[in-house]
């Protein structure tokens, strides 16, 4: 017979064994997607509307925004200002264990933009405008749509009571657009304990969408570098009804035309190698010959050509990239000016000289009354991430799964991203854009009527939210 103390510390026992088998029983709450992406559109048309173009960047304005959001799913964030009207936004998801940095998991984009064109554009830039199918705006690819996909990410981990095997970090910066240093840098210099991660995610990648369907998804592991390059030509001043063979304007302009029609040497990295090894087997046989080609000494100037005539962005991840941007000079129509001026910039493959690139255009211009001025480099050169982490494989496990026969392919992008300063700090930061979009589509980035469609948009939140939740959740 058990004593009544006995059949009360029984009954006690059975009793809390059942209400842990309970607990244990209750499954993470289903994720409802639909809800998620009307939510997320409806944020990110109130982000595009805060006007963040830098300078100056207002980008405070946008990180008290994003604030408001995470509170109010009961996510703690933190607003940090860099300086007056700047400042960046943090928020974490923590793990079951004890952090431990090295495995955390960082989520980063910026908020700022760059400017606009107000008259080429068919709706309001800053209006956050949701029509045809599309959201527009400025920033809706670079870089607000991610940032946005980011946020719907945390708040879908949060929301779905995600039990996690290491921290999930959100960070949305500033300034990104014009060097970084009251964003990024800001964060990296003050407040690393608050984003310190092993692992990070942000925008630089893509996800091609070609005939109705995801062909790839490429993931960025490194990226070029960009420095701006002064041309200038100088000469005498005087009457423009006296035209001189001296003039500088005429000078700069037959030096600049010399650059534009000069293409740079053939000099694929291993990143960008595998890259076209990969999509050759997505690409018609002809083009797939050809890239193949690359492998081939011989070949390769050949390949080279043809491979850039099919894409402007294929021909940049092959060589040392060079644009004129700008043109200055003149004051008045009837005054021959003393000094015209061309802006270059330059996106270096990791690992070149823009110094030696200088001496050859210096040759090929071969005239003394033009030189050059290399400007300081807004971005060190910073190692490739690796393609051999847990992160990329999750990159590698998902995809086909949301996006059935794509294939995973690295990349060295041909722009500069804040994932550089992270990559210096022993971070493995990898590159998306995890919304499908077409190549007519990604080249609004930085264009006019810049915009997503709204259905690539909510496959991007399905597919980046998969991706962190496998890489992040606790297993069993």
Partial sequence: MFSRWARSVLLGAVLACAAAG????????????????????GWLSGLLKINTTNPPGNELAAAKFLAGILEAEGIAAEVIESRAGRGIVVARLRARAVA?????????????????????????????????GYIWGRGAIDDKGM??????????????????????IFLAEGDEEAGGDDGIEFAIRQHWEKIAAGFAINEGGTTRARNGRVQYVGIQASEKIPVNVEVIATGPSGHASVPRKDNPVGRLAAAVAKIFAWDPPVQPTAITRRYFERIAELEEP????????????????????????????????????IAPTILR?????NVVPAEARATLNIRMIPGESVQALV?????????????FVIEAASRQPAPPSS??????????????????????????????????????RNVQAYGIYAYPLTDEESARMHSDDERIPL??????IEYLYAVVEDFARARP
């Fill in 359 to 371: 001496e050859e255009l210096k040759k090929l211009v071969n005239d003394p009354q033009v030189r």
């Fill in 455 to 460: 259905a690539a948009f909510r496959q991007g």
């Fill in 22 to 41: 309970k607990t244990q029983a209750q499954p993470p709450a289903a994720m409802d997607f639909a809800k998620l992406s009307e939510d997320a559109t």
């Fill in 100 to 132: 431990d940095p090295s495995r955390a998991l960082l989520l980063l984009a910026h908020t700022d933009v760059v400017g606009v064109e107000r008259e080429k554009w068919t709706v309001d830039p800053f209006g956050g405008v949701v029509k045809d």
């Fill in 147 to 168: 940032v946005i996909t980011n946020l719907a990410v945390l708040v879908g981990l949060k929301r779905a009571g995600a039990r996690l095997d290491r921290d999930v």
């Fill in 286 to 321: 002809e083009l797939a010959k050809w890239m193949r080609a690359l492998e081939t000494p011989e070949r390769m100037t050949s390949a080279a050509r043809r491979i850039s005539e099919a894409s402007p962005l294929w021909a940049s991840m092959l060589r040392n990239s």
């Fill in 329 to 333: 000079g003149g004051i008045r129509s």
């Fill in 387 to 424: 393609l051999e982490t847990e992160l990329y494989a999750s990159f590698e496990r998902v995809t086909p799964r949301v996006f059935p026969g794509a294939a995973v392919v690295p990349m060295m992008s041909t722009w500069a991203t804040d994932s550089a300063q992270l990559r210096l």
